[in-house]
């Protein structure tokens, strides 16, 4: 099942960074989650599955940015300042 999300979810894909989900595919029982998300800084649009993905943090929600994603970012980082 293909589910459009309106309003996009603001999501972090590990190893790829910041996005905002654009929909979700539920392939059934014996598959991950989906999700189709255009990713901030690179406009590309990854489908990533479900043990890729977090949640931004959120400071009105009390939700604080996960480890996970502080060292995608990390990550991330040093690799763009790592000459090619």
């Known amino acids: 099942m ?11 894909i590990i190893g ?5 989900a654009l ?3 539920d392939y059934g029982q014996e598959h ?5 998300t255009a990713i901030d800084e690179t ?4 489908c990533s ?3 890729e993905v977090r949640m931004q ?9 996960s480890m996970a994603v502080a060292a995608s970012k990390e990550t991330l980082r040093r690799q763009a300042s790592t000459p090619a």
């Open 2 to 12: 293909f589910t459009q999300l309106n309003p996009p979810i603001p999501l972090h």
């Open 16 to 20: 790829k960074g910041d996005g905002h």
């Open 23 to 25: 929909a979700v595919i």
């Open 32 to 36: 991950n989650l989906i999700w189709v």
């Open 43 to 46: 406009g590309e649009i990854w």
């Open 49 to 51: 599955p479900n043990p």
């Open 57 to 65: 943090a959120n400071w009105s929600m009390g939700r604080p940015r």
